[in-house]
């Protein structure tokens, strides 16, 4: 027996936040402790550069293994990722982020801490399950790895650095993405569809420096106000994005697709409670869930430049960065609405005759995935997560994001699954991110005997 | 003769930032720094507690001394502030920020470092012009040191502190204002007016915790989105604040008051070049000055709770609170002002129609200052600069805001002057904040010279 709760308290105290450049040498630590694993399960591993830069560094690396050559075995792609969100205590964590804590609730044991959910988790029970098999001394399918680190920050250069490396990993039959939890805390989830994203950031760029407020105050014009006033723009009162043209090429909705949500069980109630929501737009559970994720929204998450710590500071920010993002549906083009977000933002800023400078920038885009929900890869899985916990598994989208899973259909030209391994409740990407032990231990046993069962299957 | 540049290096190190309470014991250390500074010259020293807590802890303490205590002398109260703004390296200072750094700039050497100008610099330059007096053996007057640890925070605690232990100075015949900067970068500068202030914070709650915006988006009511709306509709397309009955208590402009702006020089594109600043709302010198010093204004400082790194984090802030402030002008009451805001806001979210919770915090408030340039402590220090920098110094009101100064004319019944210490270019509240040294040592000077010649004045 292999414990997954162990290698992922070791993964979560390496801080590999990608958005952050001073975390670069965690990030690096983090690949080479997860190379030097898959070393001694036997891999071959190639830890590759990534092939887009910043402009000062390259991007984190990407790792990829090779383990089993079997030509009469399917060869499976295994993905995650090994970079996580920023995460600091004084964004409201009970603890400190990068410590990793194992405590009770409600006579259920969970790991705290960044990254346990989102994806270190996944990479635990993963590692694990083929420890497992390594050790029983058979390897029921070829294992392909494919472990990024820019995930958090737009899988910077996946798509560059895979498609140059690809050819090194082989034929793949099947491509396991390890990325996503389950739709609610009590039953297993598969994943069969994701949202698409374009992250903007919206410039504005006043004095040469930062101004108080004493000095400058009702004599300059003031890039925050600019900035406010674009941002208050953006969404109407009925939370219809305003950006022109931006539903022309959502997917109408067919009494086909309309009927999937019949079947779908979801307790509104519930779902406020484990997420924290006080307020949901909708009480309606079938559109509630249509709106997550088959149509498109924009969120605002904050800006860069302008006084944000606690207390009072009397300053005018020369300039400002605010920071939105869209998640996209069927059949929008990201790099399309980015374009007509840009043309929208300055055009609300030329009317606003301000003379301080605007830039728009596409901090990243990404498409949306639509798979196969009868493929035979969710029809073993369903079966397997159904006997391991004893419940149905639920068949869902999701509104976040991975568009990488479309870039590797395509690359590898084979088809992909999602499975989930944390819960719902877990707050990825949030203050005091968790995983349920009983989650980490079931996603490695589950995993092992999905491999097992895929021995027997021809997947291409 | 006594070094004021090793001393104020000195101060610098001590990152006494009073916004931030982990800096608590920085401040503790620079007050007892100064402390041990004034005993060695003999004078008797209390750091008495802050009358006011944050609900955890006092605030930083202040500083009271005596040094002196002839009944035929004139007594003078000096009050500067030990507190300094915040400042990272990461908001773009060229180097440490409290880490003083010694430049030469076209031939002039400058001391860079958060606190060199505002107000460790004033301080530095005051102690020694104290000291030399006392190893010459002879005070011309009895001095009373008013050092206070919250002035970048609104002066938290101040007039409580004070009006608790005021009477252990004993009568004050003048108060000395050593917090301000020349108007110019080329003529020494008295101030007799201050703006006044009220600092409000607009506190936004939605779900529990941050949420993923794939999570989220589309389904919940973004506290951000109701924040950057009501921010947008505080300031008109014409730089007027919207708040209803913000004007109405603004003392109208008299022609005798318009005559004082003729008398001004200002070069208004040297004041844009040395503050860095790339636009004005207006190019009509008078009227720039006008808005800067008698007419209020409002700036939006930033989002305390949103996300404010570089990068793009995916999260929907369960929690924001914009900081906002309005400078004021005779005879506008900072109280009913701050209530004004609130009712607005109030509305403004109202209107919003958002289940989201929204609290309007009146984070500080404090008086506008309008002083007596006819004053003999006006007179004699016009021919003391004037002697000593061969320039007629400019009399002017400020934009900046320091509301201690109307309390102690009329907690000591005595009238106070502001004598500008360094330069308008030196970046008070800003990146790279800096003192040209001779502007320290010339404010020892003239120091020195003011306190010998008011022994032979009767100023009260």
């Known amino acids: 027996m292999v414990d997954p709760v162990a290698l992922l308290k070791e993964l979560v105290r390496m801080p590999s936040v990608s958005a952050d450049p001073s975390r670069a040498g965690d990030s690096q630590r983090t690949v080479e402790f997860i190379r030097d694993r ?156 994701f949202r698409g994203l374009a992250y903007m950031g919206i410039e504005i760029q006043g004095p040469v420096k930062d101004v108080h407020s004493g000095l400058g105050g009702g004599i300059i014009p003031e890039p925050m106000d600019d900035l406010v006033k674009i941002l208050s723009r953006l969404v109407d009162g009925h939370n219809r994005v305003t950006v022109p043209g931006f539903y022309d090429d959502v997917a109408p909705l067919t009494p086909e697709e309309k009927a999937l949500y019949d079947n779908i069980s979801f307790d509104l109630e519930q779902f406020k409670q484990s997420n924290g929501l006080n307020a949901l737009l909708t009480d309606d559970p079938k559109q509630l869930l249509m709106d997550n994720w088959r149509n498109p929204s924009l969120s605002i998450h904050g800006i860069e430049g302008a006084f944000s710590e606690k207390g009072g500071k009397t300053v005018i920010p020369a300039k400002v960065i605010g920071k939105v993002s869209m998640r996209l549906v069927p059949n929008q083009d990201p790099k399309k609405i980015a374009e007509l977000f840009t043309d929208y933002v300055e055009k609300l800023f030329k009317d606003l005759k301000s003379p301080n400078r605007l830039t728009v920038h596409t901090m990243a885009t990404g498409d949306w995935w639509y798979g196969d929900p009868s493929h035979v890869l969710y029809e073993k899985a369903r079966g397997i997560l159904r006997d391991y916990w004893g419940v149905e598994p639920t068949l869902t989208r999701s509104g976040g994001s991975i568009p990488i899973i479309p870039f590797m259909e395509k690359l590898f030209g084979a088809s992909a699954i999602a499975i989930g391994v944390g819960q719902n409740s877990d707050g990825a990407h949030s203050q005091n991110e968790r995983i349920r032990v009983k989650n980490l231990v079931g996603a490695k046993e589950v995993l092992k005997r999905y491999f097992q069962m895929l021995s027997a299957v021809k997947l291409s």
Not at 134 to 163: A, K, M, W
């Open 38 to 193: 898959l070393v001694q399960l036997g891999a071959e591993v190639n830890i590759v550069d990534n092939e887009k830069t910043d402009g000062v560094r390259r991007y984190n690396p990407m790792l990829l293994a090779r383990l089993g050559d079997d030509p009469d075995k399917n060869t499976l792609a295994l993905y995650s990722h090994y970079d996580v969100q920023p995460a600091l205590l004084e964004d409201g964590w009970d603890t400190e982020p990068f410590e990793p804590l194992e405590r009770d609730i409600n006579g259920e044991s969970y790991i705290y801490g960044r990254g346990t959910n989102d994806d270190k988790g996944p990479i635990a029970a993963t590692l694990c399950a083929v420890e497992e098999l390594v050790q029983e001394g058979s390897l029921p399918v070829n294992f392909r790895f494919i472990y990024e680190g820019e995930e958090e920050s737009g899988s910077n250069g996946f798509e560059e650095t895979l498609r140059k490396h690809h050819e090194w990993l082989g034929k793949i039959d099947g491509i396991l993405i390890l990325d996503t939890s389950w739709f609610t805390d009590d039953a297993p989830g598969l994943d069969y569809g």
